[in-house]
T-cell receptor
Framework: NAGVTQTPKFRILKIGQSMTLQCTQDMNHNYMYWYRQDPGMGLKLIYYSVGAGITDKGEVPNGYNVSRSTTEDFPLRLELAAPSQTSVYFC??????????????FGPGTRLTVL | GIQVEQSPPDLILQEGANSTLRCNFSDSVNNLQWFHQNPWGQLINLFYIPSGTKQNGRLSATTVATERYSSLYISSSQTTDSGVYFCAVDLNYGGSQGNLIFGKGTKLSVKP
């Protein structure tokens, strides 16, 4: 049981480039999230998904896109990278349902630098 | 929106000392979690504790939902306890996205 895995661990992009951050969970969780963490701050929600085929915006969605074609995978797409997207990106998952907990489990993060 | 405030922002301890970290929140919550972010950036789940008290080794946590606060107690601190401790809450209402609202964290440094 690997939990939540993310790739890559580190990436440097040039301004205007695009990339996809991968996230996979093997806990059969229905909810998945993408957060970003800027230096010295807590995490902020970018996008979330309540199940395959359903996604919605969080607090800071501009410049990002997501898709969820399977329960396990929730990739985050950066289009036209900008220096403001330099951050650490965390993927998380949880199970929500009637009488179910929402304990979230986090991946190891992707450190992205845009130059 | 809901406010999550953590105190103190920074804490320096000598190895072996005890400490209490505080998390105050401005609205009723459905979920509260404590995390430790180690120096390598990894977020480690410490407690899922929307109410009550839990203990895990040298760590314990208490949440008093009616008074809108939670405390994390670290006893006999070790250098490996260093890092940032985050409190995060999920709002208690039907339209909640289920996402966590994070405080800014308490940075703990334990000196040998």
């Amino acid at each position: 049981n690997a939990g939540v895995t993310q790739t890559p661990k580190f990436r440097i992009l040039k301004i205007g480039q695009s990339m996809t951050l991968q996230c996979t969970q093997d806990m059969n969780h229905n909810y998945m999230y993408w957060y970003r963490q800027d230096p010295g701050m807590g995490l902020k929600l970018i996008y979330y998904s309540v199940g395959a085929g359903i996604t919605d915006k969080g607090e800071v969605p501009n410049g990002y896109n997501v898709s969820r074609s399977t329960t396990e995978d929730f990739p985050l797409r950066l289009e036209l990278a900008a220096p403001s997207q330099t951050s650490v990106y965390f993927c998380a998952s949880s199970y929500l349902g009637a009488f179910a907990y929402n304990e979230q489990f986090f991946g190891p993060g992707t450190r992205l630098t845009v130059l | 929106g809901i406010q999550v405030e953590q105190s103190p922002p920074d804490l320096i301890l000598q190895e072996g000392a005890n400490s209490t970290l505080r998390c105050n929140f401005s609205d009723s919550v459905n979920n509260l979690q404590w995390f430790h972010q180690n120096p390598w950036g990894q977020l480690i789940n410490l407690f899922y504790i929307p109410s009550g008290t839990k203990q895990n080794g040298r760590l314990s946590a208490t949440t008093v939902a009616t008074e809108r606060y939670s405390s994390l107690y670290i006893s006999s601190s070790q250098t490996t306890d260093s890092g940032v401790y985050f409190c995060a809450v999920d709002l208690n209402y039907g339209g909640s996205q289920g996402n966590l609202i994070f405080g800014k964290g308490t940075k703990l440094s334990v000196k040998p």
